[in-house]
């Protein structure tokens, strides 16, 4: 099947630092792909969405400047976190799609990254 | 807006119990659902997607049945496992994404 590559999966962070988590899609060409957040016993919250070659469209109350997302290639995707804060520790989850649509179509997930930031 | 909840939020059997998860959603106007397999610290996994125009889908010891009409889906394991135990999230489309519930955390005891 195919497999979303996520790295790292664990990071340590001091607070005022950058970090960057990537997202692959190994064996397919995805033109979308996802980003999530969840926090412990909760459910996923999207974040942005990244199609190809444009500009990441962002969910109500996620900051653009904060959480930069770039989608240059078919098979990559990155999301930095910028000036990290305690408060942005959480788990990060990327999933990629080989459509633009997630109609009838599997998303597939990366392992996500376990971010603390000190 | 499309919400999507699962009950119980918890359920801890022992081995050999059939599992039954919940989930409904409030806008009963889908394209599909799909039910994802996460364990601790780690990505979803994808276990089974029932299409809008079906009323189950099965995968060997796991089936899954959809009521459109009443906004509910249903997640049977069978002859559960402690393998089997995993938190279980059910998640629509939502517009150009997908909704999520927060998941039932299955224990199977050995």
């Known amino acids: 099947g195919a497999v979303v590559s996520q790295h790292p999966s664990r990071v340590i962070c001091k607070s005022g630092t950058s970090v960057k988590i990537e997202c692959r899609s190994l064996?397919?060409?995805?033109?979308?792909m996802f980003w999530y957040r969840q926090f412990p016993k909760q459910s996923l919250m999207l974040m942005a969405t990244?199609?190809?070659?444009?500009?990441?469209?962002?969910e109500q109350g996620v900051e653009k400047d904060k959480f930069l997302i770039n989608h240059a290639s078919l098979t990559l995707s990155t999301l930095t976190v910028t000036s990290a804060h305690p408060e942005d520790s959480s788990f990060y989850i990327c999933?990629?799609?080989?459509?633009?649509?997630?109609?009838?179509?599997?998303?597939?997930f990366g392992n996500g990254t376990r971010l603390t930031v000190t | 807006k499309q919400e999507v909840t699962q009950i119980p939020a918890a359920l801890s059997v022992p081995e050999g119990e059939n599992l039954v998860l919940n989930c409904s959603f409030t806008?009963?106007?889908?394209?599909?659902l799909q039910w994802f397999r996460q364990d601790p610290g780690k990505g979803l996994t994808s276990l089974l997607l029932?299409?809008?125009?079906?009323r189950e889908q099965t995968s060997g010891r796991l089936n899954a049945s959809l009521d459109k009409s009443s906004g509910r889906s249903t997640l049977y394991i069978a002859a559960s496992q402690p393998g089997d135990s995993a938190t279980y999230l059910c998640?629509?489309?939502?517009?150009?994404?997908?909704?999520f519930g927060a998941g039932t955390t299955v224990t199977v005891r050995a």
């Open positions: 999933s990629a799609s080989g459509r633009t649509s997630s109609y009838n179509s599997p998303l597939h």
């Open positions: 064996d397919f060409q995805a033109t979308t």
């Open positions: 990244s199609n190809e070659g444009s500009k990441a469209t962002y």
């Open positions: 806008d009963s106007a889908i394209y599909n």
């Open positions: 029932i299409q809008s125009s079906q």
């Open positions: 998640a629509v489309p939502n517009d150009y994404k997908l909704s």
